[in-house]
């Protein structure tokens, strides 16, 4: 019942920015958890950040360490995932996903909907 179109993807030099966006659609998101996901090839999908869409209560991995900030417009139906002093390691496929609040956040299977994502490269 929700769709989740991403953009905002691309290469930048390392120490760039980068801003994600995930419009969504189809159903209220007022009791839905939104969250970001990334993966490298090779590697397993992985936990950046997330956000409660109704009160904006928010949390991220460890290895963000303040680069990034999640967050949402509600009027536009919008999560976006600000993301600053990129390093080559940020290197990855996106993705934003969406499920209902409860329980543990990093795991992937507690998120019903996901967007098709986008490609970060972050160059040396």
């Known amino acids: 019942q929700v769709q989740l179109v991403e953009s905002g993807g691309g290469s930048v030099q390392a120490g760039g920015s980068l801003r994600l966006s995930c419009a969504a659609s189809?159903?209220?998101?007022?009791?839905?958890?939104m969250a970001w996901f990334r993966q490298a090839p090779g590697k397993e999908r992985e936990f950046v950040a997330a956000i409660y869409w109704s009160g904006g209560m928010t949390y991220y991995a460890d290895f963000v360490n303040d680069r990034f900030t999640i967050s949402r417009e509600k009027v536009q139906n919008t999560v976006y995932l600000q993301m600053n002093s990129l390093k080559p390691e940020d290197t990855a496929f996106y993705y934003c996903?969406?499920?209902?609040?409860?329980?543990?956040?990093?795991?992937?299977?507690?998120?019903?909907?996901w967007g098709q994502g986008t490609q970060v490269t972050v160059s040396s």
């Open positions: 996903a969406a499920g209902r609040p409860g329980g543990p956040i990093a795991p992937t299977g507690r998120y019903d909907y």
């Open positions: 189809g159903r209220t998101l007022s009791s839905y958890i």
